[in-house]
């Protein structure tokens, strides 16, 4: 895959800076329990990057599926793509999708490099590069799924000073992700499902007043 360099934000353009960042990471029983976490979201919510293991044939229409059901604009995550409150960003299937800033302002990027914990796109990837590039200004939630990928780079979330959620059992498929995380304690609070997306809106609200 070919590197696509990030927009460039012309100096008179009226941009203004996001100040936080949400992170979901999802596998089995994902697409569903995405669908109510990001049809409850506020169009006024802070950038969301989600990381959900699909093959690369699926992202996109599922980006689309999503979009049509929610409130806030869901698409599937180009290289470069500047980070948009109101906007959801799925990882295309065939990448590790990443956080990176830059004067600023966050940009996502796409990594074709190997698999992680077996899946590309990986939670852990995702959650390690907001860690270092949102420290505090970050909540992550790790929801339904088999395995442990994500449990490591929600500590790191969790370290940087960002806050952290986990699917609670009694709402999950397959409770193996977020049991992982919350095993080496990299959870902050364990909510069911249909509270996390009010959990995260509440988090973000309080935190309004820090400044990327």
Known sequence: MSAVACEVVPAQSPVVAVDRVIAIGASTGGTEALKVVLSRMSPQCPPILVAQHMPAAFTRSFAQRLDGLCRITISEAADGDRLLDGHAYIAPGHSHLTLVRRG?????????????????????????????AAGRRAAGAILTGMGKDGALGLLAMKRAGGRTIAQDEASCAVFGMPREAIAIGAVDEVAPLTEIAQRLLSWAAAGRELRV
């Open 104 to 132: 600023g302002l966050f940009f996502a990027r796409l990594r074709d490099t190997p698999p992680v914990n077996r899946h590309r796109p990986s939670v852990d990837v995702l959650f390690e590069s907001v860690a270092e």
